[in-house]
T-cell receptor, first 115, second 112 residues
Framework: DGGITQSPKYLFRKEGQNVTLSCEQN?????MYWYRQDPGQGLRLIYY???????QKGDIAEGYSVSREKKESFPLTVTSAQKNPTAFYLC??????????????FGDGTRLSIL | GESVGLHLPTLSVQEGDNSIINCAYS??????FIWYKQESGKGPQFIID?????DKRQGQRVTVLLNKTVKHLSLQIAATQPGDSAVYFC???????????FGQGTELSVKP
């Protein structure tokens, strides 16, 4: 089935460590997004990419980095500079849809915690 | 600044009743709106969307209403079932193509 796969489901980070969250989609979507969700809150945009080899900062990009070397993959690295990384991380993708906005489709998230 | 907010953080309904979840948005230039359902430990699931050239759209047991005059969006769920229990988010497009702005969410609890 087509969809978005995030891995791992749970991840633990030690002090000073960088960790990378995986996001893969087989929907042939051009655009991909990373969001952070804190308990009881909505989603905040970290980074997004409209096309391969190009990406833009979202509202809370500090302490995060991304790459978009392949259309189907958009990994997110949570660096040691991110002082409060504990959250639920969600990846999404969408198709431009001939210039009209299309809904974003989400993976099932990665829950990151600090050891 | 741009923002999307919800009037009620929690909503409790009896099984079989209709549910109405409300959302206010602030950007009058937004032209695309989406409702998502999020169950515990999972990613948001697309429910229904509506474009600004419409004021109503119906799906299976769900209806979205858009009132551009007062910048208000609502999701109506008919004959609410226990499986409808979840957090519901509204989202709107910003002016920066493809970016969505999400509201805080409303938790819907269905009592049997």
């Amino acid at each position: 089935d087509g969809g978005i796969t995030q891995s791992p489901k749970y991840l633990f980070r030690k002090e000073g460590q960088n960790v990378t969250l995986s996001c893969e989609q087989n929907l042939n979507h051009d655009a991909m997004y990373w969001y952070r969700q804190d308990p009881g809150q909505g989603l905040r945009l970290i980074y997004y990419s409209q096309i391969v080899n190009d990406f833009q900062k979202g509202d809370i990009a500090e302490g995060y980095s991304v790459s978009r070397e392949k259309k189907e993959s958009f990994p997110l690295t949570v660096t040691s500079a991110q002082k409060n990384p504990t959250a639920f991380y969600l990846c999404a993708s969408s198709s431009p849809g001939q210039g009209k906005d299309q809904p974003q489709h989400f993976g099932d998230g990665t829950r990151l915690s600090i050891l | 600044g741009e923002s999307v907010g919800l009037h009620l953080p929690t909503l409790s309904v009896q099984e079989g009743d209709n549910s109405i979840i409300n959302c206010a948005y602030s950007n009058s230039a937004s032209d695309y709106f989406i409702w998502y359902k999020q169950e515990s430990g999972k990613g948001p699931q697309f429910i229904i969307d509506i474009r600004s050239n419409m004021d109503k759209r119906q799906g299976q047991r769900v209806t979205v209403l858009l009132n551009k005059t007062v910048k208000h969006l609502s999701l109506q769920i008919a004959a609410t079932q226990p499986g409808d229990s979840a957090v519901y988010f509204c989202a709107e497009t910003s002016n920066q193509g493809g970016k969505l702005i999400f509201g805080q969410g409303t938790e819907l609890s269905v009592k049997p």
